[in-house]
T-cell receptor, first 107, second 115 residues
Framework: KNEVEQSPQNLTAQEGEFITINCSYS?????LHWLQQHPGGGIVSLFM???GKKKHGRLIATINIQEKHSSLHVTASHPRDSAVYIC?????????FGEGTQLTVNP | EPEVTQTPSHQVTQMGQEVILRCVPI?????FYWYRQILGQKVEFLVS????????KSEIFDDQFSVERPDGSNFTLKIRSTKLEDSAMYFC?????????????FGPGTRLTVL
């Protein structure tokens, strides 16, 4: 079983929809990261959080340490949000990655 | 805005050859990392590096791999004798401090193709 599980694997939405991507983990962590990978392969860090909630623009990330669960929300989705969204957890000095969620937003 | 850079963007090599992948982390960052992503698979941790020594390495990072910070700016990953299964995208990353409190900045990646 993977230490980091994401759902769904694939998500297609219409422009303007509210989107949620979920991440569950099975190990003790010191922080959780949400990353975005574009079709060209580049990886960008969106959030790092160890408790509560963070917001940046139309993106919101939450984490529940007790339930070992995090969510990434995209409000008012746009075609340019189309990418792979990856959840990764910090253990020691390494990141352990989930499989990623392919998000496609259609106009 | 400061960024992590990697060279080359694409490297093609023959099986058994040595390759060196180069990275220039963000200048005030102290922690450095290598990851790989085999096509269609998830990103995997290889090694973390701090204070001129390896902090942690994964089971993938065997004796064929080594890392070095030869000067104040470069951070390299060497694969001594490449295998077909080493074909992947290799990402370098850096962070200002530990990953418990700091986000990680990724380079654009080097696509390694072993023939």
């Amino acid at each position: 079983k993977n230490e980091v599980e994401q759902s769904p694997q694939n998500l297609t939405a219409q422009e303007g929809e509210f989107i949620t991507i979920n991440c569950s983990y099975s190990v003790g962590i010191s922080a959780l990261h949400w990353l975005q990978q574009h079709p060209g392969g580049g990886i960008v860090s969106l959030f790092m959080l160890s408790s509560g909630k963070k917001k940046h623009g139309r993106l919101i990330a939450t984490i529940n340490i007790q339930e070992k669960h995090s969510s990434l929300h995209v409000t008012a989705s746009h075609p340019r949000d189309s990418a792979v969204y990856i959840c990764a957890v910090t253990r020691g000095s390494r990141l352990t990655f989930g499989e990623g969620t392919q998000l496609t937003v259609n106009p | 805005e400061p960024e992590v850079t990697q060279t080359p963007s694409h490297q093609v090599t023959q099986m058994g050859q040595e390759v060196i992948l180069r990275c220039v982390p963000i200048s005030n960052h102290l922690y450095f990392y290598w990851y790989r992503q085999i096509l269609g698979q998830k990103v995997e941790f290889l090694v973390s590096f701090y204070n001129n020594e390896i902090s942690e390495k994964s089971e993938i990072f065997d004796d064929q791999f080594s890392v070095e910070r030869p000067d104040g700016s470069n951070f390299t990953l060497k694969i001594r004798s490449t295998k077909l299964e080493d074909s992947a995208m290799y990402f370098c990353a850096s962070s200002e401090g530990t990953l418990s409190y700091n986000e990680q900045f990724f380079g654009p990646g080097t696509r390694l193709t072993v023939l």
